[in-house]
Protein backbone atom coordinates (compact mmCIF):
# COMPACT_ATOMS: atom_id res chain seq x y z
CA UNK A 1 0.00 0.00 0.00
CA UNK A 2 1.47 3.11 -1.07
CA UNK A 3 1.63 6.31 1.49
CA UNK A 4 2.11 9.89 0.61
CA UNK A 5 2.57 12.27 3.36
CA UNK A 6 2.33 16.12 2.83
CA UNK A 7 4.42 18.42 4.56
CA UNK A 8 5.73 22.40 4.16
CA UNK A 9 2.62 24.58 3.66
CA UNK A 10 2.41 27.42 6.16
CA UNK A 11 1.16 31.06 5.83
CA UNK A 12 3.05 33.35 4.03
CA UNK A 13 2.60 37.15 2.01
CA UNK A 14 2.56 37.55 -0.94
CA UNK A 15 5.47 37.16 -3.38
CA UNK A 16 7.49 34.90 -0.91
CA UNK A 17 8.56 31.13 -1.41
CA UNK A 18 7.35 27.49 -0.25
CA UNK A 19 8.92 24.26 -0.95
CA UNK A 20 6.03 21.43 -0.50
CA UNK A 21 7.50 18.01 -0.01
CA UNK A 22 5.26 14.38 -0.13
CA UNK A 23 7.57 11.47 1.62
CA UNK A 24 6.23 8.23 -0.30
CA UNK A 25 6.35 4.83 1.17
CA UNK A 26 5.16 1.50 -0.19
CA UNK A 27 5.77 1.07 -3.35
CA UNK A 28 6.13 -1.84 -5.00
CA UNK A 29 8.50 -0.69 -7.85
CA UNK A 30 10.41 2.05 -8.96
CA UNK A 31 8.51 3.95 -11.66
CA UNK A 32 5.35 6.06 -10.42
CA UNK A 33 3.50 9.02 -11.80
CA UNK A 34 3.54 11.66 -8.83
CA UNK A 35 1.66 14.74 -9.21
CA UNK A 36 0.27 17.79 -7.20
CA UNK A 37 -3.40 19.11 -6.87
CA UNK A 38 -4.76 21.34 -5.13
CA UNK A 39 -8.11 23.02 -4.05
CA UNK A 40 -8.97 26.04 -2.86
CA UNK A 41 -12.73 26.59 -0.61
CA UNK A 42 -15.24 26.48 -2.90
CA UNK A 43 -13.83 25.68 -6.24
CA UNK A 44 -12.97 22.37 -7.52
CA UNK A 45 -9.81 19.77 -7.52
CA UNK A 46 -7.11 21.70 -9.80
CA UNK A 47 -4.15 20.10 -11.17
CA UNK A 48 -0.92 21.55 -11.26
CA UNK A 49 2.07 19.36 -11.92
CA UNK A 50 3.25 16.03 -13.04
CA UNK A 51 6.38 14.02 -12.81
CA UNK A 52 7.54 10.51 -14.19
CA UNK A 53 9.58 9.14 -11.66
CA UNK A 54 10.60 6.68 -13.67
CA UNK A 55 12.87 9.53 -16.00
CA UNK A 56 12.22 12.49 -14.35
CA UNK A 57 9.86 14.08 -17.57
CA UNK A 58 7.85 16.20 -15.89
CA UNK A 59 4.39 18.42 -16.69
CA UNK A 60 2.89 21.73 -15.13
CA UNK A 61 -0.13 23.47 -15.74
CA UNK A 62 -0.01 26.75 -17.76
CA UNK A 63 -1.04 29.11 -14.70
CA UNK A 64 1.52 27.79 -12.58
CA UNK A 65 4.39 26.72 -14.79
CA UNK A 66 6.47 29.97 -14.34
CA UNK A 67 6.19 30.23 -10.72
CA UNK A 68 6.02 26.62 -9.70
CA UNK A 69 9.04 23.82 -10.33
CA UNK A 70 8.01 19.74 -9.64
CA UNK A 71 10.93 17.35 -8.46
CA UNK A 72 12.12 14.30 -7.02
CA UNK A 73 14.38 13.21 -5.07
CA UNK A 74 14.57 8.95 -5.32
CA UNK A 75 17.31 8.79 -2.75
CA UNK A 76 14.55 10.19 -0.10
CA UNK A 77 11.39 8.70 -1.87
CA UNK A 78 10.31 11.85 -1.82
CA UNK A 79 8.24 14.80 -4.06
CA UNK A 80 8.79 18.17 -3.86
CA UNK A 81 7.08 21.46 -5.26
CA UNK A 82 8.89 25.12 -5.21
CA UNK A 83 6.31 27.58 -5.27
CA UNK A 84 7.72 30.72 -6.08
CA UNK A 85 6.21 34.20 -6.03
CA UNK A 86 3.18 33.92 -4.32
CA UNK A 87 0.39 35.06 -5.05
CA UNK A 88 -3.29 35.16 -3.24
CA UNK A 89 -4.83 33.04 -5.55
CA UNK A 90 -2.50 30.49 -4.65
CA UNK A 91 -4.17 29.74 -1.05
CA UNK A 92 -5.00 26.47 -1.13
CA UNK A 93 -5.04 22.71 0.54
CA UNK A 94 -2.29 21.00 -1.88
CA UNK A 95 -2.47 17.23 -2.25
CA UNK A 96 0.29 14.72 -3.64
CA UNK A 97 -0.93 11.42 -5.69
CA UNK A 98 0.68 8.96 -7.24
CA UNK A 99 -0.23 6.15 -9.68
CA UNK A 100 1.66 3.44 -11.30
CA UNK A 101 -1.01 3.37 -14.62
CA UNK A 102 0.41 4.45 -18.07
CA UNK A 103 -0.80 7.69 -18.63
CA UNK A 104 0.35 10.99 -20.54
CA UNK A 105 1.77 13.80 -18.52
CA UNK A 106 -0.41 17.39 -18.23
CA UNK A 107 -3.50 18.12 -17.81
CA UNK A 108 -4.71 15.20 -15.47
CA UNK A 109 -7.55 14.38 -13.17
CA UNK A 110 -8.28 13.24 -9.85
CA UNK A 111 -9.43 10.12 -11.42
CA UNK A 112 -6.09 9.55 -12.76
CA UNK A 113 -4.42 8.63 -8.88
CA UNK A 114 -5.20 6.06 -7.06
CA UNK A 115 -2.98 7.14 -3.77
CA UNK A 116 -3.48 10.45 -2.20
CA UNK A 117 -1.73 11.96 0.63
CA UNK A 118 -4.12 14.10 3.24
CA UNK A 119 -2.99 17.18 1.85
CA UNK A 120 -1.01 20.19 3.24
CA UNK A 121 -2.57 24.01 3.40
CA UNK A 122 -0.82 26.99 1.52
CA UNK A 123 -2.18 30.66 2.51
CA UNK A 124 -1.00 33.45 0.87
CA UNK A 125 -2.01 37.06 2.40
CA UNK A 126 -1.93 40.38 0.75
Known amino acids: QVQLVESGGGSVQAGGSLRLSCAASGYTGSRYYMAWFRQAPGKPREWVATIYTGGGSTCSGDSVQDRFTISQDNAKNTLYLQINSLKPEDTAMYYC???????????????????WGQGTQVTVST
Open 97 to 115: AADSRFKRLCRLTGADFNY
